[in-house]
């Protein structure tokens, strides 16, 4: 659990690191960390390894792992779930997809949150819907929703489904049940389901409480969860993640839209999947120490940066940074000038942003705002 490692990923071909290659800009975009896997989770792999066979593994027998995703769900947010409510896939961009398909028709709206993360934006374009965008504002200190956006995009007859993200990414706020509950006044009075992805909901920072969606009273029968271990555990690259969908017709409709398409999901992550949720609480609980001083940190030290500023995100390992005060048209080149590699605002909905990844260590980040200071190219 040494957290200040810097581990060297050159050789490892990792996606984050391959941006930037044979270039002096430190990667801080992609989505996945730069700590070493909990050992629990590296022992489960290499124990299935040893075995010998990789054959086909149906996701719904691999018993452990539905049963880790049951005690984990009850542990962390007191929520019953029934394992035949759990539908594998091999990732939440697969999962929305298939929700869009699932839950809208050839030319009606989705509703997306903005800024937000550039796959969930593209996924109304990538099915032949149209993007109705619900703008983030900052309200007291704190992202938030525009709920007359949502309201009115909801009422539109052709609209039928709201792909929410919460925690929001990049903003980082954790919606209160208070937001919920004005969600699913909005949704049910228009009859529109809600695809949410919570992949960071494990990464809450702050003293706050997580309602899953689909644990919401008014929302149980209207929507679809989307989880997994890949962010939290930094296992992302066996690409396994799961859909909890406690109506059966509506899990119907979204294995259905998947159906010869969409394929199992890796054993490797759900030999990964069950150890995470199972074996490796100390680590967890250790992580969000350090990323909860990481993020405390770098809030501190971006809004001492001439023309940047950020509000502290409540969850998730990422910063959302505004860089309108810099005056200048090209907020990524600024940074990449200065040795540093973040994810482009633009990519977001918002040319005047970047994001940082802070799932690093310490010495790493240090780095990373000398060199946006102007101290260290």
């Not at 542990?75 to 896939?89: A, G, L, M, Q, S």
């Not at 509950?181 to 389901?193: G, K």
Request: glycine share 6%.
């Amino acid at each position: 659990m040494n957290f200040d490692q810097k581990p060297d990923r050159a050789s490892s071909y990792a996606y984050k690191w391959e941006k930037y290659k044979d270039t002096n800009i430190l990667p801080c975009w992609i989505a996945d960390t730069e700590f070493r896997c909990a050992q629990p989770i590296l022992d489960a792999l290499l124990k299935r390894t040893e075995h010998g066979l990789l054959g086909y593994t149906l996701p719904k027998h691999h018993r452990g792992a539905l049963q880790a995703i049951k005690h984990w769900c009850k542990k962390r947010y007191d929520w019953e779930i029934e394992t035949n409510w759990i539908v594998w896939t091999p990732g939440v961009v697969p999962a929305f997809n298939m929700a869009s398909k699932a839950f809208s028709k050839q030319n009606e709206g989705i509703i997306v949150q903005t800024p937000n993360y550039p796959p969930l934006l593209a996924a109304p374009r990538i099915n032949e819907r149209e993007q109705l965008c619900v703008p983030t504002v900052l309200e007291n200190g704190r992202w938030t929703l525009d709920f007359d956006a949502l309201e009115q995009h909801a009422s539109k007859p052709t609209t039928h489904l709201f792909i929410m993200c919460n925690p929001m990414n990049p903003a980082g706020s954790v919606m209160t049940r208070a937001e919920l509950d004005r969600v699913a006044d909005i949704c049910n009075r228009h009859d529109i389901s809600i695809c949410s992805d919570e992949i960071h909901c494990d990464l809450i920072l702050d003293e706050l409480e997580h309602v899953p969606a689909s644990k919401h009273p008014a929302l149980e029968q209207h929507s679809v969860t989307l989880m997994a271990a890949s962010k939290t555990f930094n296992v992302a690259g066996l690409g396994t993640s799961f859909a909890i969908i406690p109506n059966p017709k509506l899990r119907s409709a979204f294995v259905n839209a998947g159906a010869g398409i969409v394929p199992w999901v890796n054993v490797m992550g759900l030999e990964a999947t069950e150890a995470a949720f199972t074996q490796c609480d100390k680590w967890y609980d250790a992580q969000l120490a350090y990323l909860r001083a990481n993020r405390d940190y770098l809030v501190k030290a971006i809004n001492q940066i001439p023309g940047l500023s950020c509000t502290a995100p409540e969850a998730t390992f990422l910063l959302w940074v505004d860089a309108s005060g810099l005056g200048i048209e090209n907020t990524q080149k600024w940074c990449e000038a200065r040795g540093v590699g973040p994810s482009p605002g633009a990519d977001f909905g918002q040319a005047h942003c970047f994001r940082i990844n802070f799932g690093c260590a310490r010495s790493y980040l240090e780095e990373i705002v000398a060199r946006l200071s102007g101290e260290a190219v």
